[in-house]
């Protein structure tokens, strides 16, 4: 019975470690998905801003620059 118990013990032992090595690797693949999904992210935007046309009212470059210049102008008056 207790050539049994060790055997099991061992047995779980093993797992154990197994499943501790198996939860780094999922840690570090989640950390490499979440990178690689945020390169992925920061490239579609620069895409989605490179292709708007300069008259869109839809630029964000265009309310950007409409947003400081009145914003200027409502600190320059007395």
Do not use: G, H, V, W
């Not at 690689?36 to 490239?43: A, R």
Request: proline share 4%; hydrophobic share 25%; glycine share 0%.
């Amino acid at each position: 019975m207790e050539k049994k118990n060790s055997e099991l013990f061992l047995k779980n032992l093993c797992i154990m470690q197994d499943n501790e090595r198996l939860r780094q690797q999922a840690r570090l693949l989640d950390q490499e998905n979440k990178a690689l999904l945020n390169e992925l992210k920061n490239k579609y935007c620069k895409t989605i801003l490179q292709s708007k046309p300069a008259d869109d009212p839809n630029n964000d470059s265009t309310t950007s620059t409409s947003t400081s210049t009145s914003t200027s102008t409502s600190t320059s008056k007395p």
